[in-house]
């Protein structure tokens, strides 16, 4: 078991100018249209009401912030160059209320397709009463499903079926680390006997826990209600989920940011140490929240190129 900590000093420039929601990162592809969109559901969405479950929500490649999804579907980019085999689903962020789609899912599937790895971009369902039975559910429905797919259809992917990540960012590493400790679970009928565990989870300043005392508001009531009794909060709190069953797991923290504070990270990488998974979590001096993924800046850069080693460390990239 080897959790190993690194604390880096970065030095931060912002460029004058603003920039724009596909912005592209040093070293790495522009955006890309994806290669195809994937109906997560056909049409059999569990838990929805009031909710025309034939069409699927759009969302542009170029959307800052997509809101309001009630009919769930995965954006597929293919490592095109060098495949390794390995695919990884991503949960971009956004508190629960939508998603920061351009920069943690878009970007960060042409970051992981430079490196040989396939991305499924989710676009999973905001949890909200009017179109959920049960709302709290909803995005972790989505997510397991997106990994049964991924998983149920390696073949036809040029996937190996035991290399399957997943990836979240803030409010989306919640439901990656809740994928990652609620595997188990059955929050639906599955149509196949297929696994709903990933292989391995990357959370870049994730939202962790659902205790008041260090939560971030906005996701917490989103998902659970304000006034969420300590069952549920137990349950969404993923250290308090964690087994070792749990998935190995990469984590990257700014100790400046604001929003989410890193102690979500460390927490769930101490749970994880106790319960023998290996894990490995960097900590950046500066970064805030977002760690560099809406300004070109060197954090981006770090925890990328950190991350990229872990990856090739566990196999998961040759």
């Given amino acids: 078991m080897k959790t190993t900590i690194l604390s880096a ?3 931060i420039c912002l460029t004058a100018a603003t920039q724009t929601a596909n912005a592209q990162f040093p070293g ?10 994937i109906d997560l559901w056909n049409g059999k ?8 479950a034939s069409k699927l929500d759009e969302v542009s490649t170029k959307s800052f912030f997509a809101r309001d999804i009630k009919v769930p579907s995965i954006a597929y980019y293919p490592a095109d160059e ?3 085999g390995t695919a990884v689903v991503v949960c971009p962020g956004g508190s629960y209320a939508g998603l920061s789609y351009a920069f943690e899912g878009v970007n960060q599937a042409a970051w992981l397709n430079s490196i ?7 676009r999973y369902r905001m949890p909200k009463d009017e179109f959920m ?8 429905q989505d997510a397991q499903q997106a990994i049964r797919y991924v998983r149920s259809h390696a073949a036809e992917y040029g996937i190996n079926p035991d290399h399957i990540g997943i990836v979240g960012f803030s409010a989306g590493g919640h439901l990656a680390s809740t994928a990652s400790t609620h595997f188990n679970d059955e929050v639906y009928k599955p149509a196949e006997n297929v696994s709903a565990r990933p292989d391995f989870a990357v959370l870049v300043y994730p939202v962790i826990t659902m205790e008041p005392s260090y939560s971030e508001k906005g996701t917490r009531e989103s998902l659970i209600g304000p006034d969420a009794d300590q069952a549920l909060i137990d349950r969404f709190s993923s250290e308090k989920q964690v087994t070792n069953e749990t998935p190995t797991t990469f984590l990257a923290h700014a100790m400046n940011d604001k929003l989410v504070p ?6 769930y990488a101490n749970a994880l140490r106790e319960k023998g998974v290996e894990c490995e979590l960097h900590l ?13 800046i060197e954090t981006q850069a770090f925890w990328h190129d950190a991350c990229e080693k872990w990856l090739r460390m566990n196999g998961w990239v040759k």
């Fill in 9 to 11: 000093m970065a030095a």
């Fill in 28 to 37: 790495q592809p522009a955006p890309k249209e994806p290669q195809k969109i």
């Fill in 45 to 52: 969405i569990p838990g929805a009401k009031n909710v025309d």
């Fill in 82 to 84: 060098n495949p390794t």
């Fill in 116 to 122: 040989g790895i396939s991305a499924f971009v989710l």
């Fill in 133 to 140: 039975e049960k709302r709290c559910d909803g995005p972790l």
């Fill in 262 to 267: 890193y102690t979500n990270s460390v927490n």
């Fill in 284 to 296: 950046y001096a500066r970064g805030d929240h977002g760690l560099g993924a809406r300004n070109p």
